[in-house]
């Protein structure tokens, strides 16, 4: 079906405002930053705020281009631009050059070109086609699989890569998967394990046990139907539990700390499992599930800590959660992040008058860390104003996303909302201090071409789709 009239009246032009507000106030920040008082023209294309100024209007451009494209294309080449997108991440690992201890970029001529910062957009196409068929079911183990290998081959591929945090962008996409019916208990069920993990870094592993347990025996309580019965189960496995405890510590049986808080655990879950299965209390079997996958959690933290992460990973988590203190070495540049964004007090220094910025104290402060010099030039008001710029278009794009008739659509919109509440979140969380330092942009406001491209992109191929809202895909 043709287009009845012309897309630029039918685009959403708030969107595409909060969009230009933000691509401004990002060149802004990032001359700031470059700034020299002896060559300070715009228009100096040798510079960064220069170069970015060429891929402001080159984005500008693709982004007209992706408006005017018919809105079939999308669903119908989501397969090929995929495995397209693939092919540039396997390229990378063989041609790309290595910057900062990351093989991201390919490299023609000048031009470096980053293929993770597409592989977003490309990876949503081709999960809002497959989760746009009629049979598609969250809760089909077959379809839930071919999910996973979709969203795994980008992953992995960008962690071959030492590329980190545009790798840990794909659990985001967990959100779109919960809007289109997931249950609510597997999202919980993730952020618990990872609040979890967290914890085990913090306190010993006996004492997380035995608070799991503990927590595991008041639920059984809560949800039992025969109170007496659980209150006798209850008993008697902490009766065992200290009993074991103490010959274990006077008859000197040299067992484990792990087998003698767990053992009594053991023994008693086939008789709750067989409790809860012959009740049809699914609860029931749904916390013996979390309890022992939370015990495998703990007990397996120390490897991945210490065996899958790398070390300056391990360095930025403890430094985070006040296990050790390096403000000189791998804290250094969250710590004068704080400092930056600190010292701009309410209204900030003024535009181009940022101390930390023109003494170069921040690492990286036109690319992950550019939000320090909003704070300190700009303060809490500059702070507050770029925030509510994210959130608003964060809230514009949820009222897109619901007014969508086709589930393509619907889907992609949560797929952007994801990524881009993603990128905002842990950006200004790393800034500030409050997560872990992974290295990912600000949407459209950091330096580089291929972040700025990627993202408009990402956004204006939503807005196409919501433009095109009342005609049919077929």
């Not at 490299?107 to 049979?135: C, D, H």
């Not at 009222?399 to 659509?409: C, G, S, V």
């Not at 950091?446 to 807005?463: A, K, M, N, P, R």
């Amino acid at each position: 079906m043709k287009r009845t009239s012309n897309i630029f009246y039918k685009i959403d032009w708030v969107v595409v405002l909060i969009y230009l507000l933000l691509v401004f106030a990002g060149w802004i920040n990032i001359y700031s930053v470059v700034f020299d008082q002896e060559n300070s023209s715009v228009l100096d294309f040798g510079t960064k705020y220069g170069k970015q100024l060429i891929w402001i209007f080159a984005a500008l451009s693709v982004g007209t281009i992706v408006l005017l494209i018919d809105q079939r294309f999308f669903p119908m080449f989501s397969s090929v631009i995929y495995a397209f997108t693939i092919a540039l991440l396997l390229a990378v690992l063989v041609f790309g050059k290595e910057i900062n201890g990351a093989r991201s970029w390919i490299s023609i001529g000048a031009f470096r070109l980053q293929p993770a910062e597409f592989a977003k957009m490309a990876t949503l196409l081709i999960l809002a086609k497959f989760m746009s068929r009629p049979n598609f079911s969250v809760f089909k183990v077959k379809d839930m699989l071919k999910i996973g290998l979709y969203l795994f081959a980008p992953f992995a591929l960008i962690l071959l890569q030492n590329d980190t945090g545009s790798a840990l962008v794909y659990v985001a996409f967990i959100l779109v998967l919960f809007r289109e019916g997931l249950p609510g208990w597997v999202l919980l069920t993730g952020v618990g394990l990872i609040i979890l993990f967290i914890v085990s870094l913090l306190f010993s592993p006996i004492v997380i046990l035995i608070s799991l347990l503990l927590l595991l025996l008041l639920i059984y309580i809560r949800i039992s139907l025969d109170k007496r019965k659980a209150l006798y189960v209850t008993g008697s496995l902490a009766s065992l539990s200290v009993a074991l405890f103490i010959v274990n510590k006077y008859v000197e049986l040299n067992m484990n700390d792990y087998v003698v808080v767990m053992l009594p655990a053991a023994l008693y879950t086939p008789f709750l499992l067989f409790s809860f299965a012959r009740k049809k209390l699914k609860r029931g079997l749904f916390l013996l599930l979390f309890f022992w996958g939370s015990v495998g959690v703990n007990y397996s933290v120390d490897y991945v800590f210490y065996n899958i992460l790398e070390e300056h990973h391990r360095k930025r988590i403890n430094d985070l959660l006040g296990i050790e203190s390096d403000p000189y070495g791998w804290g250094y540049n969250v710590n004068q992040s704080k400092i930056a964004i600190g010292s701009g007090g309410f209204s900030g220094k003024g535009f181009l008058h940022g101390t930390q910025t023109k003494l170069k104290f921040v690492p990286e402060q036109s690319t992950d860390f550019i939000f320090c010099t909003v704070g300190e030039e700009w303060g809490f008001l500059g702070s507050l104003f770029v925030i509510g710029l994210f959130v608003l278009l964060l809230i514009k794009i949820i009222q897109i996303a619901e007014r969508q008739r086709l589930a393509f659509a619907r889907i992609y919109a949560y797929g952007v909302l994801s990524i881009l509440f993603f990128h905002f979140a842990v950006n200004i969380g790393m800034t500030i201090g409050v997560v872990p330092v992974i290295g990912i942009p600000l949407p459209f406001f950091s330096y580089g071409g291929s972040s700025l491209w990627g993202f408009t992109i990402l956004l204006f191929i939503l807005l196409n789709l919501d433009a095109s809202r009342f005609e049919l895909v077929r």
